[in-house]
């Protein structure tokens, strides 16, 4: 098994301190744009791919749109480095900036006042910024980089509020939607009404929405707090009454199909709960993802044929929310477990995992490397020899052309 260098991670960066020179880690991902006739403007995006691409690049990847992404992309990363695999799939993010035009794109009317001021920045045009994303950012995307259908979208504040129009509007066009202390409060809580209005009149089967809440329930009167919040009238809590009042009405109502948690963080702040909500905003809209009978897989004991069977009802769950067929577990971990099962002579179970790698993963040099460590370890050399010629055809990498010399010594 061989070890595979990181794709479109971290960029070193190297300034000048002091006459030293100095190497730092400063950017995620890749900085891509396109011009977008909707909006007659060049829009900038973030792209963070999977380090597996690099070992599999025929392999796609659902993918996540990250509103304000230069901000959020490092957290979604982070996020993805910890848990992907167990609690969620590897996934291509795509950042989206909006530092210039951030409350035009993502609010969805327009208003000239705001909490009894005059509100003199551009608004309102989220139906414009939406028909960006749907008819030319995915197309983009789509014919560039190594995505699925599976989309989710995540947003935080007016980011938050375009996540929850978006499901309103075009509830199609992603499967999942994080909504971070997203701001209903917009308009008269336009998007509450709406939100009555329209999310029992859809089917959401297949659909997830996460949404959370700080715990900056008003800001000049610490008295004020989650149970008591909803009987106080003043403008300085209606962002948080409006939260609550769609969090409630979801729970009371149910829309068809539609996944729903809600979640609140009393320790954070509207400038922090970010972090926290991308987490387990994650590991909640993919709750379904999580690998199960983990205890039995980890039991030495265990049967191949019942391991077979955990690893087939996987394939099937996962074809059944995804909407096409995915490899039930990572290649990695299909390689690793066939390379401890080795260690512990079980070579039953150790060859069932090395061809289940390669069958889910047929464009990996590596899957095929691993299966002839296995003959090797056999001493059956002959069959070594077929699969690491299979992982140099694949690759073309002089690692398996001298691996391919060596084999064949030993089978003379």
């Known amino acids: 098994m061989r070890t595979v260098l990181k794709v479109f991670v971290f960029i070193l960066c190297y300034v000048s301190v002091n006459g030293?020179?100095?190497?730092?880690?400063?950017?995620?991902?890749?900085?891509?744009?396109?011009?977008?006739k909707t909006l007659n403007e060049s829009r900038t995006i973030y792209v963070h791919i999977p380090e597996s691409y690099l070992q599999n690049p025929k392999q796609k990847y659902p993918v996540t749109y990250i509103i304000?992404?230069?901000?959020?992309?490092?957290?979604?990363?982070?996020?993805?480095?910890f848990y992907s695999g167990g609690f969620m799939p590897e996934m291509v993010l795509i950042g989206i900036a909006n530092s210039n035009y951030r409350t035009r794109?993502?609010?969805?009317?327009?208003?000239?006042?705001?909490?009894?001021?005059?509100?003199?920045?551009?608004?309102?045009?989220?139906?414009?910024?939406?028909?960006?994303?749907?008819?030319?950012?995915?197309?983009?995307?789509?014919?560039?980089?190594?995505?699925?259908?599976?989309?989710?979208l995540i947003g935080h504040s007016?980011?938050?509020?375009?996540?929850?129009y978006t499901l309103i509007n075009k509830p199609k066009l992603f499967a999942n939607y994080l909504s971070i202390d997203p701001s209903l409060d917009w308009d008269n809580q336009l998007m509450l009404k709406e939100a009555k209005e329209v999310l029992?009149?859809?089917?959401?089967?297949?659909?997830?929405?996460?949404?959370?809440?700080?715990?900056?329930?008003h800001m000049q009167n610490k008295s004020i707090t989650i149970e008591n919040v909803m009987q106080d009238t003043s403008d300085y809590t209606l962002f948080t009454r409006s939260n609550l009042m769609f969090s409630n009405f979801m729970e009371q109502n149910k829309p068809s199909g539609l996944t729903y948690k809600w979640q609140f963080y009393p320790n954070d702040l509207h400038g922090t709960i970010s972090q926290p909500s991308i987490r387990d905003g994650l590991i909640a809209l993919f709750k379904w993802y999580q690998m199960e009978n983990t205890d039995i897989i980890n039991n030495p004991e265990s049967t191949k044929e019942k391991?077979?069977?955990?690893?087939?009802?996987?394939?099937?769950?996962?074809?059944?929310?995804?909407?096409?067929?995915v490899p039930p577990y990572p290649e990695m971990l299909l390689n690793m477990s066939g390379y401890m099962n080795l260690d512990m002579q079980q070579l039953e179970k150790s060859k069932m995992?090395?061809?289940?790698?390669?069958?889910?993963?047929p464009d990996s040099a590596n899957a095929y490397d691993s299966m002839a460590d296995f003959y090797a370890s056999q001493k059956n050399y002959a069959k070594a020899l077929k699969y690491v010629s299979k992982a140099f055809d694949i690759s073309g990498d002089n690692y398996f052309k001298q691996r391919i010399e060596e084999l064949k010594a030993k089978t003379n």
Do not use: C, W
């Open 353 to 361: 995992y090395f061809e289940l790698a390669m069958k889910y993963y």
């Open 307 to 325: 391991l077979f069977s955990i690893i087939k009802h996987r394939e099937k769950k996962l074809k059944q929310h995804f909407g096409y067929a």
């Open 105 to 152: 794109d993502l609010t969805p009317s327009k208003i000239t006042t705001k909490y009894g001021m005059p509100f003199n920045e551009e608004n309102g045009e989220a139906a414009n910024f939406l028909k960006f994303i749907e008819e030319e950012l995915i197309p983009y995307v789509n014919n560039h980089y190594p995505v699925t259908t599976y989309r989710s």
């Open 20 to 36: 030293q020179e100095n190497k730092y880690l400063y950017k995620l991902g890749i900085i891509d744009s396109l011009f977008s």
């Open 158 to 164: 007016y980011g938050g509020l375009f996540s929850i």
């Open 200 to 217: 029992f009149k859809r089917d959401y089967s297949g659909k997830s929405l996460y949404v959370s809440l700080s715990g900056q329930l």
């Open 68 to 81: 304000d992404g230069k901000v959020f992309l490092p957290t979604v990363s982070n996020v993805l480095d």
